[in-house]
């Protein structure tokens, strides 16, 4: 079985200056989502072992492993793609991705209050995800907490902001609004508009 891997970061520790700090960003790849890797990889192994001893009496727990540290690797994943220095970051103003926000949100500041809103609000430890949902095809702007809950099922995040309290403490403390706020500065929209682009056609 192939084990889940840390992946490089696209830009330097001290790339997102001002806005996310080396030491936090460093501590957050390196510690925080190298655990969830490492709770993922553990949780499969569980899982194989079950099956081959063909003993289910934990796969409630082991299943519910698996969607928490896998989830938290997925949106770790997305999340380091779509932020890149401030100076790379450049915010549409047409365009597919534009076009399909104002269609869903009225307009772009509007989306971008929502989003922010929902990451200030969100209970504890969590996400703010703008995602596309398939079914209607239409964005959505969601709320997740841990890195599973509240979700819509089959929707898929293009924009996520974590707001786990490592994210943000080393300097921000408690001012989570000011986090958000900056970190509208190092949105990679290239990458979410890329995202938008092949989940759009790939899931109809
Ligand atoms: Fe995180």
């Not at 790379?88 to 365009?95: A, F, N, R, V």
């Not at 293009?158 to 403490?169: F, N, S």
């Amino acid at each position: 079985m192939e084990e889940y891997k840390l992946p490089e970061l696209p830009y330097a520790y001290n790339a997102l200056e001002p806005y996310i700090d080396e030491a936090t960003m460093r501590l957050h790849h390196t510690k925080h989502h190298q655990a969830y890797v490492n709770g993922l990889n553990a949780a499969l192994k569980k899982l194989k072992e079950a099956q081959e001893k063909g003993d289910f009496s934990s796969i409630q727990p082991i299943l519910r492993q698996i969607a928490f540290h896998g989830s938290g690797h997925t949106m770790h994943c997305i999340f380091w793609s779509v932020m890149c220095p401030p100076q790379k970051s450049k915010e549409p103003t047409s365009g597919k991705l534009h076009s399909q926000i104002v269609k869903d949100f009225g307009s772009m500041e509007s989306f971008k209050k929502t989003f922010s809103e929902a990451a200030k609000a969100v209970e504890g430890n969590g996400w703010a995800v703008l995602a596309w949902e398939p079914i209607g095809k239409r964005l959505l702007v969601l709320q997740a907490e841990n890195h599973q809950k509240l979700v819509v099922q089959g929707s898929v995040p293009i924009l996520v902001l974590d707001v786990w309290e490592h994210a943000y403490y080393l300097k921000y403390q408690n001012n989570r609004a000011a986090y958000v706020d900056g970190w509208w500065n190092v949105v990679n929209w290239q990458e979410v508009e890329r995202r938008f682009e092949v989940v759009k056609n790939g899931l109809g």
